[in-house]
């Protein structure tokens, strides 16, 4: 058979649709079949599966779908499944598009096949003479060519199960995948339509004439109408053994299930049938009848790509050689396009038998595409296993300290035997991947064999003297405009910070622009620009036979002071906040718009108090916006604090790819409580006023003012200079002996 998957869009997609109980006319149904499986206890699973046109209208599936039970004398059975009838229910998650677009090289219309698979379990009882289960629906095609007036022509969807299969609880066979959904014209049809039978019976296949049922005066029919059901008629020159008017007639191979015949090079659609027969020792168990549609098209190119290879895993680099295989019965491939992944290394070619080499092992994925001279494709991808004698190595060489050991392979295949030599400072010389701890330079030799082929290659090992707890500072700009500051070990490799093991203290400075913070045992970490930091390390070990305890622990700590100093650009700049607790100086200076309901100040010497983070605009962050995370283990705007914890207090506020750090330092030189322009026995209230009006009301009744500066200092004694006030922040002395009060006034 004939497989053409170059020039068209074949696509199998999930979709789905709502299932419908409307009666109006379905004039597509292009196929089904009716099979069943035996469960015990005389239940049998129904599976109904059925097939329509989406191009040409698009019916609803039914839903329900309405199988007629039936004896062997068409009798309906009414004590079983709903009065006489299965009703077998819609699901759209089990529906399935096949698609052909004429995109290229073929002439003649789009096709697009729904198919939809019903399941249900119905009850049947042992019954002389067996059962007929029938499904019906209006109507086809109108466009089928081989049978007349098929819009006026209905389906019937009919299974047999005989009594000896009820008597032995038989399942039906399981029919082949429907064939494709076209052929072209002017070349064989091959089919494979085997069946499967899992109790092993004899199947028998043979051509039949397909049913018609339903009409278009009631195209869903409830109830099914009763056996024996009325064939379609054919047209001449059309017949039950000539479907499609070829030569060869199309026919089936009684016992392969093999269909063949010839499609006539013309754009036509024709409707066939076959059955297939259950035997067990020569007793009839059931009989299937499937339809379905033959459209044929005119191809003019359809190109089909191919390849084989050969990979000689004892070179190095592996060698892959790719032999074009791809063909177009129509035409001629012109053009090559090739793409070889391996990891996230990519190599392309478009020559047409092209060869690759990789240093590394692994699935490669190799992608084919090919182009006709009618600019027709088809795309092939494949994944070879690239392979090698070879171990491959993370370098050309290793560096390590005296005393200090590396492994030196970084993958190889268990199937290939490896011999190293010397085996000095080797853990084993006959193993894949030994470990070595060599106590001067050397230089390896492995010995890689396998049922092929056997090659020789070399590693060296220099070893220095090495201050093991040294480390270097690694900036790299980032994209956001934020820099990365990594610390590396004498080795080039990211420190792995491991508490009591290997730890990193962080600590950068503040500047006018960001506040200081310290981290713990990140690495890295980002930075913005202008920041100067100093990086603590701190490598712990203990000798033999002491408690693993930091009394007993030698610590080698090594300091590095540094700074960000690279010029590096990016929306990372422009992330900022002010961390602050209601009415403390950051408040003041910032004049934040603090919410009435976390007012909670640090500045009071309360028990409980809140630090809440501010946009550069005064008003509280939108933790939608952010990842906020807080020392704490808090995620919000704010959090709730006691006691003197106030300056351990940090927050990473996240946006994308860019980080702001910062850190809590309490500070209240301006806040209320602490002014005291030393007059006994002064009400002290904690009372702050913006705006003259409220002031004015404050004020009206009292005869006597004094106006202080933050530095406690009096500046007048008169109220009618208040609008002459500089801005900035004010306290007023109101009242005399003990109803004096004090009022912070904000300007």
């Given at each position: 058979m004939l497989k053409f998957l170059g020039n068209y869009l074949l696509a199998f997609l999930w979709v789905?649709?709502?299932?419908?109980?409307?009666?109006?006319?379905?004039?597509?149904?292009?196929?089904?079949?009716?099979?069943?499986?035996?469960?015990?206890?005389?239940?049998?699973?129904?599976t109904l599966i059925l097939r329509r046109d989406c191009i040409n209208g698009q019916p609803p599936f039914d839903n329900p779908a309405s199988v007629g039970i039936f004896d062997s004398s068409g009798v309906l059975q009414t004590n079983l499944g709903k009065s006489g009838r299965l009703a077998m229910t819609f699901h759209p998650d089990d529906t399935l598009n096949e698609i052909l677009k004429k995109n290229c090289g073929i002439i003649g219309g789009d096709v697009c096949v729904h198919t939809t698979t019903y399941r249900e379990t119905l009850y049947l009882p042992y019954k002389d003479g067996g059962y007929i289960l029938a499904y019906q629906r209006c109507c086809r095609n109108k466009t089928i060519q081989n049978i007349g007036s098929p819009l006026d022509v209905g389906t019937t969807y009919a299974l047999m199960i005989s009594d000896e299969a009820l008597n032995v609880c038989n399942s039906s066979?399981?029919?082949?995948?429907?064939?494709?959904?076209?052929?072209?014209?002017?070349?064989?049809?091959?089919?494979?339509l085997q069946a499967h039978d899992a109790e092993g019976d004899s199947l028998v296949y043979a051509m039949c004439d397909p049913y018609s049922g339903a009409s278009q005066a009631s195209p869903q029919p409830a109830i099914p109408s009763p056996p024996p059901y009325l064939p379609v008629t054919f047209l001449a020159p059309y017949s039950t053994k000539?479907?499609?008017?070829?030569?060869?007639?199309?026919?089936?191979?009684?016992?392969?299930?093999?269909?063949?015949?010839?499609?006539?090079?013309?754009?036509?659609?024709?409707?066939?049938?076959?059955?297939?027969?259950?035997?067990?020792?020569?007793?009839?168990?059931?009989?299937?009848?499937?339809?379905?549609?033959?459209?044929?098209?005119?191809?003019?190119?359809?190109p089909e790509a191919d390849f084989d290879y050969t990979l000689d895993p004892c070179a190095f680099p592996v060698t892959l050689k790719i032999k074009d295989k791809s063909t177009d019965a129509f035409s001629v491939i012109d053009s090559w396009n090739w793409e070889n992944v391996l990891h996230s290394l990519k190599q392309n070619s478009i020559e047409q038998n092209?060869?690759?080499?990789?240093?590394?092992?692994?699935?490669?994925?190799?992608?084919?595409?090919?182009?006709?001279?009618?600019?027709?494709?088809?795309?092939?991808?494949?994944?070879?296993?690239?392979?090698?004698?070879?171990?491959?190595?993370?370098?050309?060489?290793?560096?390590?300290?005296?005393g200090d050991s590396i492994q030196l392979v970084k993958t190889y295949d268990a199937m290939v035997k490896y011999k190293w030599f010397p085996s000095s400072g080797l853990s084993c010389v006959n193993c894949p991947n030994p470990k070595a701890s060599p106590d001067s330079t050397i230089r390896y030799v492995v010995t890689s064999s396998d049922s092929a082929c056997m090659r020789v290659d070399t590693i060296p090992v220099f070893v220095h003297v090495c201050d093991t707890c040294a480390f270097n500072i690694r900036k790299t700009c980032l994209k956001n405009g934020m820099i990365e500051i990594a610390a590396l070990n004498i080795y080039g490799k990211l420190i792995q910070p491991v508490p009591r093991?290997?730890?990193?203290?962080?600590?950068?400075?503040?500047?006018?622009?960001?506040?200081?913070?310290?981290?713990?045992?990140?690495?890295?970490?980002?930075?913005?620009?202008?920041?100067?930091?100093?990086?603590?390390?701190?490598?712990?070990?203990?000798k033999p036979g002491l408690p693993r305890s930091i009394e007993f622990a030698d610590i080698c700590k090594r300091d590095v002071t540094d700074s960000t100093n690279l010029s590096c650009s990016g929306p990372c700049a422009e992330l900022n906040f002010i961390l602050s607790s209601c009415e403390d100086d950051y408040d003041l200076a910032n004049n934040l718009?603090?919410?009435?309901?976390?007012?909670?100040?640090?500045?009071?010497?309360?028990?409980?108090?809140?630090?809440?983070?501010?946009?550069?605009?005064?008003?509280?962050?939108?933790?939608?916006?952010y990842r906020?995370?807080?020392?704490?283990?808090?995620?919000?705007?704010?959090?709730?604090?006691?006691?003197?914890?106030?300056?351990?207090?940090?927050?990473?506020?996240?946006?994308?790819?860019?980080?702001?750090?910062g850190r809590y330092w309490k500070s209240c030189k301006n806040y209320i409580g602490h002014f005291n322009p030393e007059i006994p026995g002064l009400n002290m209230m904690n009372t702050t006023i913006s705006g003259f009006s409220n002031l004015q009301a404050m004020i009206q009744n009292s005869e006597t003012i004094l106006i202080y500066n933050l530095n406690g200092q009096l500046i007048s004694n008169n109220k009618n200079q208040i609008e002459e006030l500089e801005p900035g922040v004010y306290f007023f002395k109101t009242g005399t002996g003990t109803n004096q009060r004090l009022l912070k006034f904000i300007r």
């Open positions: 789905f649709f709502l299932g419908s109980t409307s009666h109006l006319r379905a004039t597509h149904i292009i196929g089904g079949d009716l099979t069943y499986r035996c469960l015990g206890n005389n239940l049998y699973e129904i066979p399981s029919l082949s995948p429907y064939p494709p959904i076209y052929v072209c014209g002017g070349h064989p049809i091959q089919f494979n000539d479907m499609i008017g070829g030569i060869p007639p199309l026919q089936i191979d009684s016992h392969t299930g093999l269909m063949t015949g010839f499609a006539v090079n013309i754009v036509a659609q024709y409707l066939v049938a076959y059955c297939v027969q259950e035997y067990r020792n020569g007793k009839l168990l059931s009989t299937i009848r499937r339809d379905f549609q033959i459209n044929v098209r005119i191809c003019n190119s359809v092209p060869v690759f080499q990789f240093t590394d092992t692994g699935i490669a994925k190799i992608r084919l595409v090919v182009h006709s001279r009618e600019s027709c494709s088809d795309t092939l991808t494949r994944d070879i296993r690239i392979r090698s004698v070879r171990p491959v190595f993370d370098s050309v060489s290793f560096t390590i300290c005296l093991i290997h730890e990193l203290f962080w600590s950068v400075k503040k500047n006018s622009n960001y506040p200081e913070i310290s981290l713990i045992n990140k690495n890295p970490v980002l930075l913005n620009a202008d920041r100067e930091f100093s990086l603590s390390s701190k490598i712990y070990s203990w718009n603090f919410p009435s309901a976390i007012c909670q100040s640090i500045c009071s010497n309360a028990c409980n108090y809140i630090i809440a983070l501010f946009e550069t605009d005064g008003s509280l962050i939108n933790p939608a916006n906020i995370k807080w020392s704490t283990g808090g995620s919000g705007a704010y959090v709730m604090m006691m006691g003197p914890y106030y300056n351990t207090l940090t927050v990473e506020v996240q946006k994308g790819d860019c980080i702001w750090y």
